[in-house]
Nanobody, 125 residues
Framework: QVQLVESGGGQVQAGGSLRLSCTAS????????MAWFRQNPGKEREFVAS????????YYADSVKGRFTISRDNTKNTVYLQMNNLKPEDTAVYYC??????????????????WGQGTQLTVSS
């Protein structure tokens, strides 16, 4: 059974930076896509960024493009989300997701096999 555990969330002021991490255990996920999503109460979970299996392909939501960077270290079975120039509207619970045996990029929630429990990011103005 694969487990994803996020860390790195917290509270930061607008304009600040934070890095989220998500580590997989139980099986290597180096052969698949990984991604970050976020969700606020009463709203749908939305796509933030995804990275393909070898980290040569990356895709971002327009709302975070130029501010967030997704990366992965397959030797550590970990995906990261570096978030810079944070805005109050970035406040959400951030979830990482993984899709095994997939070489491309995925942005749809329903396509991912595994999900983490989420980590809260709060950006104050």
């Amino acid at each position: 059974q694969v487990q994803l555990v996020e860390s790195g969330g917290g509270q930061v002021q607008a304009g600040g930076s934070l890095r989220l991490s998500c580590t997989a255990s139980g099986r290597t996920l180096s052969n698949g896509a990984m991604a970050w999503f976020r969700q606020n109460p009463g709203k749908e979970r939305e796509f933030v960024a995804s990275v393909n299996w070898n980290a040569l392909g990356k895709y971002y939501a327009d709302s975070v493009k130029g501010r967030f960077t997704i990366s992965r270290d397959n030797t550590k079975n970990t995906v990261y989300l570096q978030m810079n120039n944070l805005k109050p509207e970035d406040t959400a619970v951030y979830y990482c997701a993984a899709k095994e045996y997939w070489r491309g990029l995925l942005t749809q929630i329903g396509t991912y096999d595994y999900w983490g429990q989420g980590t809260q990011l709060t950006v104050s103005s």
